[in-house]
C-alpha cells in the first residue's frame, strides 16, 4: 500500500480500503440500475461510461490527496521530453542533436 509521508509522525494511507470498496459497490449498484431502467443499447452504453469515468474520479481524488510534492507528474509533465544521443551522450530537445548531426536518439523521461 503506498503512503503519504506527511510531516507528521505517522503515515498517512492514500487509499481507505473499506470505502474504496464501498465505492466500487456502489457504482456496481449504479450500472446495474441504469441496465435495468433504460432500454438496452443506453442501459449498456452508460454503465461502460460509469465504468470508464469512475476511476478517473478516484485518480483525481488520490492526487489531491496528495498534493504537489514536486513529483512532476506523469513522465515529466511539463517538462516536454529530452533526448539522449546515441553517437555523443549528448542530451537535446529536439530531432537532430546539435553536437553531431545524428539522428539516432533515444528518449529520457
Sequence with gaps: MRYLKSSLDYDIPLINYKSYLISIFVSLA???GLQM???????LIAALAVFAVYPLILRNRAIKKMGNMDRGGFFGQGQGFRYICLACSNRFKGAICPRCGSKMKRAEF
Design 30 to 32: 449504479i450500472s446495474i
Design 37 to 43: 431502467i433504460l432500454p438496452w443499447p443506453f442501459g
